[in-house]
């Protein structure tokens, strides 16, 4: 069996068994040491402030032992290829150190043995940059590359990198030289404030410049970054936030980042607002305002006391019947401004009735939101009146229920674009586009029938109910669960089997999967270590 949610029911069914034996301790922690494998198998974890210098530290260590290289030239390396292990490694075994080296801005063999003797036997020095010519030696600073400069022309330039925020790879003075200065020595000539600084940005690059791992996207801030193994997906932060790993959107599935994407901008965009005054409104021929059709009548009178013809915008005269405006033949009128016109009202009558509906789901889905806690309170409040373990199955079918609507919030976005002409215009003919929308909006409405019955039921006062009450609602919040689940399921194989997977534009919109037991929860950075 593969269904997770008939899983988590059998675990409740395991749960009102051992209500009726005496508690049983043994089978508890067999029961909670099962949820806590389930949860180490998790893909995300989540670094924090704390943990970050660990993260790195990780991968850092891994890179210097294989390669045998000193912490500086490893970081170098890794900020160089993104903190991607792999790829590094791929670069190594296929074209060698100094190759892998080279790329990086690193130097296989330093130039400082090489001719420190030479340096050393002069007295006097020059600074190729501020061309001062009496310096001494130790006022001196050589990088691994061999350019060697003053001190004080290595500050000023390590100063204004790290000012810049350009201090991940400082680059050599030298012209033309592209090699990176080695961190340790910048933090010995910098100001200590600015080394921390510098400490910090090389610290943060571990999730800045690395695609596995990513701040989480919260306002305000959390402060947790998330390292995930799975490309794309969605996942939850410690901080409750969920959000798509790919487009660092709040989680939108099942609709694709492109559409998510589109939607978004197309809500807060003026060009509806222009469709709405394409539709409702014409422009004065005189002074330009935009003037409203209040009643049918084809004679529009602008406030500036110009009359005009509805249909072509041409200037008229006042006296009109219904249909015509006398002495006024629309001239000017175009067959193809009323088709533009036409075009318009249906895009935007579109819209709003895919708009509606996703708004009402989503408000339903800030209800169930709440309505989650309440239930979990009423759970726990039970517990105690009836000193019996916790009725799991009440919050477990509320969570269901508001994962499952926020996705049927989410399915009229897809279906907005899958059976528009933005994206998948030429994909399939009229016909086949209405007969998989016609399927769709089933799986829709069925969906919408078993999510309505479950939120009824949850929002009983169970709290004060009896033991018989209790059952009855215990077996309704399951039955329509398992079908509410199932839907989802459905909804989700109809859309990669019948609808994205046959087009061609479909490859560019990857789904993050459903998942019965809600968005993957990140675990504590190191928890799957111990
Ligand atoms: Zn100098
Ligand atoms: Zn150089
Ligand atoms: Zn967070
Ligand atoms: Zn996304
Ligand atoms: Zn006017
Ligand atoms: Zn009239
Ligand atoms: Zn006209």
């Known amino acids: 069996m593969d269904d997770d949610y008939y899983l988590s029911c059998e675990e ?19 029961y909670e040491q099962a949820h806590r494998d389930e949860s180490t198998k998790s893909t995300s974890q989540i670094i924090t402030n704390e943990s970050l210098v660990a993260a ?3 991968v850092l260590v891994r890179v210097m032992e294989l390669l045998t290289l000193k912490k500086s030239q490893a970081r170098t390396l890794l900020i160089h290829y993104r903190w991607n292990v792999d790829k590094l490694l791929d670069v190594y075994s296929e074209r060698g150190k100094e190759s892998l080296f080279k790329t990086a801005g690193l130097t296989v063999f330093a130039h400082t043995s090489l001719s420190e003797s030479r340096y050393s036997l002069r007295k006097k020095m020059t600074c190729e940059i501020c061309m001062d010519d009496d310096l001494q030696s130790y006022t001196m600073t050589r990088m691994d590359c061999g350019h060697c400069f003053c001190n004080n022309c290595w500050k000023e330039h390590f ?11 400082i680059t050599c003075m030298a012209h033309k030289c592209n090699a990176i200065c080695d961190e340790d020595v910048v933090k010995k000539l910098v100001y200590p404030e600015l080394a921390e600084k510098f400490d910090r940005f090389l610290v943060e690059s571990y999730v800045d410049d690395n695609k596995r791992v990513k701040w989480c996207p919260s306002t305000p801030h959390c402060g947790n970054a998330i390292r995930r193994e799975d490309d794309g997906g969605e996942v939850e932060c410690s901080c409750g936030h969920q959000f798509c790993f790919s487009c660092l959107s709040e989680s939108h599935s099942p609709c694709s980042c492109l559409m998510w994407k589109l939607w978004k901008k197309k809500c807060e965009d003026e060009s509806e607002t222009l469709n709405w005054i394409t539709v ?9 305002k935009a003037v409203q059709r209040s009643d049918g009548c084809n004679l529009m009178t602008c406030i500036c006391g110009q009359h005009f013809c509805w249909l072509c915008g041409g200037a008229t005269g006042v006296s009109h019947t219904w249909t015509t405006i006398d002495g006024h033949s629309c001239g000017k009128f175009k067959e193809e401004k009323v088709r533009q016109m036409e075009r318009a009202k249906r895009d935007l009558k579109r819209y709003t009735h895919y708009y509606h509906q996703y708004r009402s789901h989503t408000d339903s889905s800030k209800q169930e939101f709440k309505l989650r806690e309440s239930v979990r309170e009423k759970v726990a409040s039970l517990s105690e009146k009836t000193h019996k373990s916790e009725q799991k199955w009440a919050s477990n079918g509320a969570d269901l229920l508001f994962r499952s609507r926020k996705v049927l919030s989410y399915t009229y976005v897809f279906a907005f674009y899958m059976f528009g002409e933005e994206l998948f215009k030429d994909e399939m003919s009229d016909e086949e586009r209405e007969m998989k929308k016609i399927l769709f909006e089933n799986l829709q409405q069925q969906l919408i029938g078993y999510i309505e019955r479950l939120s009824k039921t949850l929002n009983q006062p169970f709290d004060y109910y009896s033991s018989d009450e209790l059952e009855k609602m215990n077996d309704e919040t399951m039955r329509f669960g398992i079908v509410v689940d199932n839907l989802c399921k459905e909804m989700y194989e109809c859309i990669e ?11 560019n919109h990857s789904i993050a999967p459903y998942r019965s037991e809600g968005i993957e929860k990140a675990i504590e950075f190191g928890a799957d270590m111990v």
């Open 497 to 507: 089997n019948e609808l994205l997977g046959p087009t061609v534009a479909g490859h």
């Open 280 to 288: 409702h409104t014409r422009m004065c021929p005189k002074c330009s």
């Open 159 to 169: 100063t204004v990198k790290i000012n810049e925020g350009m201090s991940k790879r």
């Open 56 to 58: 790195q530290k990780e």
């Open 12 to 30: 409740d069914e395991e749960e009102k068994e051992e209500e009726e034996d005496d508690y049983d301790k043994d089978d508890n922690d067999q």
